[in-house]
T-cell receptor
Framework: DARVTQTPRHKVTEMGQEVTMRCQPILGHNTVFWYRQTMMQGLELLAYFRNRAPLDDSGMPKDRFSAEMPDATLATLKIQPSEPRDSAVYFCASGYRDIQYFGAGTRLSVL | EDKVVQSPLSLVVHEGDTVTLNCSYEVTNFRSLLWYKQEKKAPTFLFML????IEKKSGRLSSILDKKELFSILNITATQTGDSAVYLCAEGSQGNLIFGKGTKLSVKP
């Protein structure tokens, strides 16, 4: 049962702390996406990779967010320093031929 | 700027009703139109449409695309309370997906 795995599922942290979210894409998928979802903004694309190369990170606040894909089985999204407005659900998705499959998400609360 | 617009934003029906959800898009190089269902967790894939007029069907759900008029509809017949969710439409012209804001469907017993 292939699926996208995200860790942690929940994270509560204090403002100013570093947050790292991890994603294991489905084996064989060549694209990986990071989304943020809030009630107000809906689903926003933050960044995505194809064959591990970053293609677009225009949706990310560059001063505090960074996304990397150190190998084909791991993608990371880091926030440093975190702020209360970063509180949201962060989804990772991996894709093949336009279809994206989503992980269960990381619910982040920044106090 | 490419965009995807869904309507209505929310909908309340009773079990057994049939519903139609709408999705219109404006994109420069259309490639595919996708529908997802999101309950309390992650969006789950329903359909991908690339050709006009060909209906995709899965149980009580069906969807069709009109590339001339730039829209798609998602039909749900004989709705059940388990169909309550946000239904997302997305367009895949640029290698990533451009999502609409979704339609929140509530099915009352």
């Amino acid at each position: 049962d292939a699926r996208v795995t995200q860790t942690p599922r929940h994270k509560v942290t204090e403002m100013g702390q570093e947050v790292t979210m991890r994603c294991q894409p489905i084996l064989g998928h060549n694209t990986v996406f990071w989304y943020r979802q809030t009630m107000m903004q809906g689903l926003e694309l933050l960044a995505y990779f194809r064959n591990r190369a970053p293609l677009d990170d225009s949706g990310m606040p560059k001063d505090r967010f960074s996304a990397e894909m150190p190998d084909a089985t791991l993608a990371t999204l880091k926030i440093q320093p975190s702020e209360p407005r970063d509180s949201a659900v962060y989804f990772c998705a991996s894709g093949y031929r336009d279809i994206q499959y989503f992980g269960a998400g990381t619910r982040l609360s920044v106090l | 700027e490419d965009k995807v617009v869904q309507s209505p934003l929310s909908l309340v029906v009773h079990e057994g009703d049939t519903v139609t959800l709408n999705c219109s898009y404006e994109v420069t190089n259309f490639r595919s139109l996708l529908w997802y269902k999101q309950e309390k967790k992650a969006p789950t894939f329903l359909f991908m449409l690339t050709s006009s007029g060909i209906e995709k069907k899965s149980g009580r759900l069906s969807s069709i695309l009109d590339k001339k008029e730039l829209f798609s509809i998602l039909n749900i017949t004989a709705t059940q309370t388990g169909d309550s969710a946000v239904y997302l439409c997305a367009e895949g012209s640029q290698g990533n997906l451009i999502f609409g804001k979704g339609t929140k469907l509530s099915v009352k017993p």
